[in-house]
């Protein structure tokens, strides 16, 4: 628990801002804080120094030995953050397992929005059109410059 945690105690840090990444710090500096809420628990700020810097962490219940800090994951112990990095990664694995259904259910939503309102068809094949208008005028625009091309260099021709 948290409230074991004296200045240089080894705490293990998870970022998960943009990808999952482990840290292990020290304890710098920390101080409890009356909970208003759990007198009984006490609210803890506690510096964490690591090799790439130093995080705080405040307002952390003392009856804790894992927490979530917005991004990171704070723990006393790797054993903590062995079930939180299984959860995130199962979670993310259950995530891609179900891509398939979420474009298919896209698909039907589409198909169901459409049959509410017929207007979303002329839409759709409005826009249809205006993409394979664009398509051909590049073409035509590449051709243009070709033929241009040569009648100013007619000797690469």
């Given amino acids: 628990m948290f409230s074991g945690l004296k200045q240089n ?3 293990y840090i998870l970022d998960k801002s943009n990808s999952v990444t482990f840290k292990t710090g020290t304890v710098a ?17 506690i510096t964490v120094n690591t090799t790439d810097g130093n995080y705080s962490f405040e307002k952390i219940p003392s009856s804790l ?8 994951v704070l723990s006393d112990s ?19 397992d179900s891509v398939d259904y979420h474009k298919k259910l896209i698909e039907d939503c589409s198909a169901v929005l459409e049959k509410l309102n017929p ?3 002329k839409e759709r094949e409005t826009e249809e059109r205006m ?6 005028i590049t073409g035509m ?17």
Avoid at 65 to 72: C, D, Q
Avoid at 131 to 136: A, P, S, T, V
């Fill in 9 to 11: 105690s080894l705490v």
């Fill in 29 to 45: 500096r920390i101080n409890s804080k009356y909970n208003q809420l759990n007198p009984m628990d006490a609210l803890l700020d």
């Fill in 65 to 72: 030995s894992i927490a979530n800090y917005g991004t990171m």
């Fill in 78 to 96: 790797k054993e903590s953050l062995i079930t939180d990095v299984e959860a995130t990664m199962k979670n993310s694995q259950t995530i891609i």
């Fill in 119 to 121: 207007s979303l068809i």
């Fill in 131 to 136: 993409c394979k208008l664009e398509d051909k």
């Fill in 141 to 157: 625009e590449d051709k243009l410059a070709s033929i241009y091309n040569k009648l100013i260099n007619p000797e690469n021709v």
